[in-house]
């Protein structure tokens, strides 16, 4: 084989022609922070094989359908290294199927944004195929004795992980036998620029016992009255809306009082009777993506900014109210990503990490997960500068028993 430099003997070359480079790039061009993380990928396998170059390891990606994110991008990062690195694919649906799995061990399995999509897959309906059954299973038999996983969470796992979450955890075992409320909180909404968010205020998972909160009498109009823990008395949904502030700043748009009370409507139906999860799953799934309104509001799309205001801020007064009741809990999305990961890889070691990734303008620009803001009104999103991504590593030596539905790994109560 043929020499080859080391990554870092060639980090600093790369990284001035990528600044010369994005001089020239397009606005919301991808190529920068491909490279980064592409970089960030070969340094942190090779850190964990000391005395071998990432050329000589034995690599598969496993990616969906033909989406590998790292060949692509391996060769658009290193061109002249690239037909020497030994990389086999592999397609998350063919987990399932014995004969596409390798039969030789392999030193590395990676993958960008997979687990995530993974975690929380499994069971809606019945015909589903447990997809992190069918990893945890090929990761053992795949694997050297010394082999290592590796799924890099580049991006937060934004709409689909919360759809499956919320009736994830609001149907398990444990909730069925004192029902919850599962809401998304992220601070960045509700009267707050998201992009102002600190790495220390991440997107949450709010849930606590839907008991503390009930539907009783009517107001004049008929309407319900929702009592909420905490609070001296119960109030209408009109009267909610006005001390919320949701009146006065959105009073004065075309169907925004109609929307609002649907809202709240959605959110409470059936509160008495253990609460109705699938509206509390579709709701977070517009709010963390509103690209999905059209999908279950069939209101105008101009009122998407009211319905996010009136869901973040009815989640901001739940937890101010709520807070200190004994059911009440929250989790970070990151930390239920790796709950998740944990619970249904029984068969491996896994471990998680925060990483910083550099990129070619470290500080100019930082992303953080599902939010991102710019230094002094420098930078923009296109990946020049830096970003934080979850690592998740996988080794042999777990438990080797099968989590009952991750019930025993969600105690949030």
């Not at 601070?187 to 009930?214: C, I, M, N, W, Y």
């Not at 471990?351 to 230094?375: I, L």
């Not at 500068?385 to 028993?401: D, E, I, N």
Request: proline content about 5%; aromatic content about 8%; charged content about 25%.
């Amino acid at each position: 084989m043929r020499d080859i430099p080391s990554f870092d003997s060639l980090i600093e070359t790369m990284r001035e022609a990528d600044i010369a480079a994005d001089a020239a790039a397009e606005p919301g061009d991808k190529r920068a922070i491909r490279k980064t993380l592409v970089r960030h990928i070969v340094r942190r396998v090779e850190s964990d094989f000391p005395g071998r170059r990432f050329s000589e390891l034995a690599i598969l990606e496993l990616a969906f359908g033909d989406k590998f994110f790292f060949a692509a991008s391996y060769a658009e990062a290193f061109p002249h290294l690239h037909p020497s690195i030994n990389l086999l694919h592999l397609d998350v649906a063919s987990l399932q199927d014995d004969a596409a799995i390798p039969a030789c061990s392999v030193d590395v399995v990676l993958s960008v944004d997979v687990l995530s999509c993974l975690a929380f897959g499994r069971g809606l309906d019945e015909e589903d195929v447990d997809e992190m059954r069918c990893l945890d299973e090929a990761l053992s038999r795949i694997l050297s004795t010394t082999g290592r996983y590796y799924d890099f969470m580049a991006s937060a796992p934004s709409s689909q992980f919360v759809l499956r979450f919320v009736p994830d955890l609001a149907l398990s075992n444990e909730c069925r036998a004192r029902p919850r409320v599962v809401l998304v909180f992220d601070p960045g909404q509700g009267g707050h620029d998201k992009t102002e968010l600190s790495a220390d205020e991440p997107l949450r998972f709010v849930t606590f016992a839907t008991d503390l909160l009930r539907h009783g009498g009517a107001d004049a109009a008929g309407g319900p009255l929702l009592q909420v823990a905490g609070q001296e008395r119960p109030l209408a949904y009109e009267e909610l809306a006005q001390r919320l502030g949701l009146l006065d700043k959105h009073g004065h748009v075309e169907g925004a009082d109609s929307l609002i009370r649907k809202v709240l409507d959605f959110l409470f139906r059936d509160i008495n009777d253990g609460g109705c999860p699938s509206n509390w799953e579709l709701m977070s799934y517009v709010y963390v993506d509103p690209s999905h309104y059209g999908d279950v509001f069939e209101e105008p799309p101009e009122l998407v900014p009211v319905f996010m205001d009136t869901f973040a801020r009815m989640v901001q007064f739940l937890r101010e109210s709520l807070h200190g009741a004994s059911t009440y809990s929250e989790i970070s999305l990151v930390d239920a990503c790796r709950l998740a990961t944990a619970a249904n890889l029984p068969s491996l070691a896994v471990d998680h990490a925060e990483e910083d990734v550099e990129g070619s303008r470290g500080g100019c620009f930082k992303q953080f997960y599902h939010f991102a803001h710019a230094d002094e009104g420098r930078g923009a999103p296109n990946g020049e500068g830096s970003f934080r991504c979850l690592v998740t590593t996988a080794t042999a030596g777990g438990t080797g028993r099968p989590a009952d539905g991750g019930d025993a790994e969600m105690q949030l109560g």
